[in-house]
């Protein structure tokens, strides 16, 4: 019965390799977002996409392609990783974007180690 | 440039006593700000989220204040127990005109441990 839910919860991969990260949310939230955690732990919001649709795309190169094949899945592929792609990456989602108030409930991150 | 700036960077403290964190924000034009907490190794979660008109909302042992004025904000820790150690970290939105993107400015967090 997790609410934000991502798999998997840790990813080791070589350099130049495309993987894909998964997140699902069963709190029937319309609005989710992409976090990436760096090694100092600050977190910068990458993605959001409300009801299938991006609106939030920070400055992340466009080896990063995030999907939202329902409002439920928020899902992150990664092409032609490199080693500073090493990062922990949080899924996250909120009741809806319109209200800017609203709490958004963080998944327990995914773990990914570039070699 | 919007930007959110924390401290102390750490803070360390005896089991039982109070403590009170401090953020400071450049953002605008402010539309709330959320203060979460980051146990090591799992995703922030929420404490408190305040608004313009909001000056005071408290979380049981936590309490976070607001001055939109002097734009600070300070979450205020009582009776600290050994499981409030993790990160505290601060995120101030604002809203983009035209009803667009909700922007986010994260803090860097402030460190707290709790010692027995």
């Known amino acids: 019965d997790t609410a934000v839910s991502q798999t998997p919860k840790y990813l080791v991969t070589q350099m130049g390799n495309d993987k894909s990260i998964k997140c699902e949310q069963n709190?029937?939230?319309?609005?989710m977002y992409w976090y990436k955690q760096d090694s100092k732990k600050f977190l910068k919001i990458m993605f959001s996409?409300?009801?299938?649709?991006?609106?939030i795309n920070e400055t992340v190169p466009n080896r990063f392609s995030p999907k939202s094949p329902d409002k439920a899945h928020l899902n992150l592929h990664i092409n032609s990783l490199e080693l500073g792609d090493s990062a922990v990456y949080f899924c996250?989602?909120?009741?809806?974007?319109?209200?800017?108030?609203?709490?958004?409930?963080f998944g327990p991150g995914t773990r990914l180690l570039v070699l | 440039k919007n930007q959110v700036e924390q401290s102390p960077q750490s803070l360390i403290i005896l089991e039982g006593k109070n403590c009170t964190l401090q953020?400071?924000?450049?953002?605008?034009?402010?539309?709330?700000l959320r203060w979460y907490k980051q146990d090591t190794g799992r995703g922030p979660v929420s404490l408190t989220i305040?608004?313009?008109?909001?000056n005071t909302k408290s979380n049981g042992r936590y309490t976070a204040t607001l001055d939109a004025d002097t734009k600070q904000s300070s979450l205020h820790i009582t009776a600290s127990q050994l499981s409030d150690s993790a990160s505290y970290i601060c995120?101030?939105?604002?809203?983009?005109?035209?009803?667009?993107?909700?922007?986010?400015?994260f803090g860097k967090g402030t460190h707290l441990i709790i010692q027995p």
């Open positions: 996250a989602s909120s009741q809806d974007f319109s209200g800017a108030r609203e709490t958004q409930y």
């Open positions: 709190l029937g939230h319309d609005t």
């Open positions: 996409y409300n009801n299938k649709e991006l609106i």
């Open positions: 953020c400071n924000y450049t953002v605008s034009p402010f539309s709330n």
């Open positions: 305040m608004t313009f008109s909001e």
């Open positions: 995120v101030v939105s604002a809203i983009y005109s035209g009803g667009g993107a909700d922007g986010l400015t």
